[in-house]
């Protein structure tokens, strides 16, 4: 293995940690990298290579990822030295007068953060397509196609080699959209594993959490155990884990019972290659041993999109309107983009007590995707219901929020299963186990039984072993590399000698 192949963060340490590579020689190669890929993916902003060198100074902590080059997503993960647009014109450069609680426990892990990675305005899409950032994120393994969202930015960053692993969150699959469309693993823990404080007690009525997208799971789970439990204050936590992340993984998990869904959890048909992906996988999972079982939660999935829907818009109105109210003035034309102003609108009509009802119904829902865990262990199904999707299509220009979100072509028609266990709060994975015979990602996600986080990690790590991906990489990468190998003096080849 070599920075060649960017095998993992993990990897990247030891080499720190031996001498044969600096911490700033890894931060010049991945400002390289963005310097030779953001042109066409789009992935990188507010870059702060100062405050990087100093931090490299300054002593970097002795963590698991000491040296390793980090980027933040740009929403959330609030960070004194990192200002955020959180992928709008209304809360441009915004700064921070205090750093996260999970931005101080990965920055504690000894990672050289250098700037965010873009993310669609609110984290409310599947794509991200942000005006503040001047144009599209667009996916390294085909630029024609989304990165996807909200961890868009992210996905395409660690995708095209920029860094190994990056921060991300996901409220209604933004981790592992961007997991599946871009060749990547994402895990999305159970609800409350990870800090919101001190701006939050909560995201999206618990439905949203901070996560990680990386080339290897050892990677997420290492990132996973530095950063779970809850800060002071929490209105809430997960319950305690019966191991770490990290000794979940070394070992294979027991013999499982597998519900395999090939259609989406209420019946529609999928595209053939996302249902290939779902068959090829149940195959490597029986030959490993696993119970294989035809499976399909029963719960009212529908129920729980129109929830979903209203709960993220009135969370969505109310950052704007908060933000206005600290500007004092009105909103204007140019300061958020048309799903925005659509969900303000939508969130307008919803009531005190509609707010409530959507939320007992999100309730009401994760007891029936419990119940759905008493003849399973796993849910096995695709991530999404087809391949990434073209760029432009899921646009927020359009105004007509509702229907974007659970219309026909919608979010949630092209990504019907991650929020489910948003909602449910059950930990959930993406992984990079099928490509398309033209070469683009298919994500196969994994989903456990509240709280069984370990369980779901395990059997990622063996699946990890048993069909491995690492040697996949965009086409933009290998020229790149190929090219970087032949000049004199290349850190690439450096670290691989």
């Known amino acids: 293995m070599g920075f060649d192949d960017l095998e993992d963060a993990t990897f990247l340490a030891q080499q720190v940690k031996t001498g044969a590579v600096s ?5 010049d190669e991945a400002l390289a990298r963005v310097a030779a890929f953001n042109p066409q993916i789009n992935a990188v902003t507010l870059l702060q290579e100062d405050t990087a060198r100093a931090a490299i100074r300054a002593g970097l902590p002795d963590g698991p990822f000491r040296g390793v080059p980090f980027l ?15 992928g709008s014109n209304l809360t441009r450069d915004r700064r921070y007068t205090y750093d996260s609680e999970i931005y101080k426990r990965m920055r504690a892990t000894g990672v050289v953060t250098f700037g965010r990675t ?94 990680f997208l990386t080339r290897s799971v050892r990677d997420n789970a290492t990132m996973l155990d530095a950063c779970a439990g809850p800060d002071l ?53 029986e030959g ?51 799903i925005a102003r659509g969900a303000l609108a939508f969130a307008a009509n919803i009531s005190g007590a509609d707010y409530i009802g959507a939320v007992d119904k999100i309730h009401a829902y994760g007891r029936e995707m419990a119940a759905a865990f008493a003849d399973v262990d796993i849910i096995l199904s695709a991530t999404l219901a087809e391949p990434p999707a073209l760029v432009g299509r899921l646009s927020h220009d359009r105004e ?60 990622c790590a063996e699946l990890e072993q048993a069909a491995p991906w690492h040697a996949r990489r965009p086409n933009m990468l290998s020229e790149y590399l190929a090219f970087a190998q032949n000049q004199p003096q290349s850190k690439v080849q450096r670290i691989n000698d």
Not at 23 to 27: I, V, Y
Not at 78 to 84: G, K, L, Q, R, V
Not at 297 to 322: F, L, R
């Open 118 to 211: 873009t993310s669609p305005e609110g984290g409310i899409g599947a794509a991200t397509e942000a005006a503040v950032y001047g144009g599209p994120t667009r996916n390294p393994w085909d630029i024609t196609r989304t990165s996807g969202g909200s961890s868009g930015g992210a996905g395409a960053a660690v995708a095209a080699g920029i860094i190994p692993m990056a921060h991300g969150s996901d409220g209604g699959g933004s981790v592992r959209i961007p997991g599946s469309s871009c060749g990547l693993f994402g895990f999305k823990a159970t609800r409350a594993r990870l800090p919101d404080g001190p701006m939050a007690g909560e995201g999206w009525a618990g439905m949203a959490i901070d996560g």
């Open 72 to 86: 933040l997503k740009d929403l959330g993960a609030e960070a004194i030295d990192f200002p955020s647009h959180s």
């Open 288 to 338: 490993l041993g696993h119970h294989i079982i035809p499976f399909c939660p029963k719960a009212d999935h529908i129920g729980m999109m129109h929830a979903w829907t209203k709960i993220v818009a009135c969370g969505t109105a109310n950052w704007i309107e908060a933000k206005l109210k600290s500007l004092g003035r009105d909103l204007q034309q140019d300061d958020v983009q048309g």
């Open 400 to 459: 007509d929020y509702e229907n974007y979100r659970i219309g026909q072509g919608g979010v949630f028609e092209y990504s019907p299963f991650c929020a489910a266990f948003n909602a449910s709060g059950q930990p959930a994975a993406t992984l990079p186990l099928h490509w398309t015979d033209d070469g683009l990602p298919v994500g196969v996600h994994l989903a456990a039984a509240y709280g069984a986080d370990a369980n779901l990690i395990a059997l």
């Open 23 to 27: 911490p700033d020689e890894l931060l």
């Open 233 to 285: 204050g929490a209105p809430y936590a997960a319950p305690a884990m019966e191991t770490t992340y990290s000794a979940a993984i070394a070992r294979p998990p027991r013999r499982l019972r597998i519900g395999v869904c090939d259609t989406t959890f209420t019946g529609t048909p999928i595209d053939k290659a996302c249902q290939s992906a779902v068959h090829q996988t149940a195959k490597t999972l």
